[in-house]
Nanobody, 121 residues
Framework: QVQLVESGGGLVQAGGSLRLSCATS????????MGWFRRAPGKEREFVVA????????YYADSVKGRFTISRENAKNTVYLQMNSLKPEDTAVYYC??????????????WGQGTQVTISS
């Protein structure tokens, strides 16, 4: 199992930016696609974005296209989520996940514990 640790959440005003990080100590990090999901209050967890093992390919939910950017540094076993132009509806707990495929985000191998992101209006 891949242990994932998220960081970087917090409170920011609408229009602001945050950068989330997700790190793991496993050497097999580069063998997994990685993704970010979120769960808003009272809603089910939803897919946000995924990135391929090499980082060459990405897949975004329509709700975040043009505002969020996923990237990864395999040498540091870390994946990032840069979030810009944040909206109150982006408020959620954000989860990092190790995936079998970036193009099929349902194939989750492991979840992180989550980090809270709150956007004030």
């Amino acid at each position: 199992q891949v242990q994932l640790v998220e960081s970087g959440g917090g409170l920011v005003q609408a229009g602001g930016s945050l950068r989330l990080s997700c790190a793991t100590s496993v050497r097999t990090f580069r063998t997994y696609a990685m993704g970010w999901f979120r769960r808003a209050p009272g809603k089910e967890r939803e897919f946000v974005v995924a990135i391929s093992r090499s980082g060459d390919s990405t897949y975004y939910a329509d709700s975040v296209k043009g505002r969020f950017t996923i990237s990864r540094e395999n040498a540091k076993n870390t994946v990032y989520l840069q979030m810009n132009s944040l909206k109150p509806e982006d408020t959620a707990v954000y989860y990092c996940a190790a995936l079998l495929s970036y193009s099929d985000p349902g194939l989750v191998v492991s979840w992180g514990q989550g980090t809270q992101v709150t956007i004030s209006s």
